[in-house]
């Protein structure tokens, strides 16, 4: 009930396209959802996230879904750059008590 | 950059020794959380502390220990080194509040177990 489901494994996008990454969790205690953009040999860095009173949210080339009643969101990164090439973590948190439960990652390349 | 430092940058160990990492976490936070992550995979949650207290521990053993001291640094120690112990350690700082709130990670350790 702990898992935090991530998908694709692996993801190819050219530049200008949409990386689409989906999640799905299980926990319905979960109530804070961020996503993490990690690069090689650098710790993960806080892209956007959201909490389950809403169902999008835009940060920039960056949109959070969220569906609520099927325990899912995804991240939709827009006009993908090279730069975004990275690993992508979605997580997942409850309220009370900080332990945050990481998805196995996304590794994203984006062709020039 | 986050403002939670961690040291040292890299570290070699050999099986059976122990190992102390350490973190400085971002002004104003008193919350750090330990995670390890191993190579291809995502963070998993070693433990927190708050208020110099664990508050909260992952599916570690017991030589996975650590202390926040009263300036919220913090430190990990893992006695008996483990092959499979091989991996990067992160801490990330946070302020506690109601609701959760965000986690800044530092840049991690890497420890290397031979």
């Known amino acids: 009930q702990q898992q935090v489901k991530q998908s694709p494994q692996s993801l190819i996008v050219q530049k200008g396209g949409i990386s689409i990454i989906n999640c799905a969790y299980e926990n319905t205690a979960f109530d804070y959802f961020p996503w993490y953009q990690q690069f090689p040999g650098k710790g993960p860095a806080l892209l956007i996230a959201i909490r389950p009173d809403v169902s999008e949210k835009k940060e920039g080339r960056f949109t959070i879904s969220f569906n609520k009643s099927a325990k899912q969101f995804s991240l939709h990164i827009m006009d993908s750059q090279p730069g975004d090439s990275a690993t992508y973590f979605c997580a997942a948190g409850a309220a009370g008590f900080q332990k945050l439960v990481f998805g196995t990652g996304t590794r994203l390349l984006v062709s020039p | 950059e986050t403002g939670v430092t961690q040291s040292p940058t890299h570290l070699i160990k050999t099986r059976g020794q122990q190992v102390t990492l350490r973190c400085s976490s971002q002004?104003?936070?008193?919350?750090v959380s330990w995670y390890q992550q191993a190579l291809g995979q995502g963070p998993q949650f070693i433990f927190q502390?708050?208020?110099?207290?664990?508050?909260g521990r992952g599916n570690f053993p017991p030589r996975f220990s650590g202390l926040q001291f009263p300036n919220y640094s913090s430190e990990l120690n893992v006695n008996a080194l483990e092959l499979d112990d091989s991996a990067l350690y992160l801490c990330a700082s946070s302020t506690r509040l109601a609701g959760g709130d965000t986690q800044y990670f530092g840049p991690g350790t890497r420890l290397t177990v031979l």
């Open positions: 502390y708050y208020r110099e207290e664990e508050n």
């Open positions: 002004s104003g936070h008193n919350t």
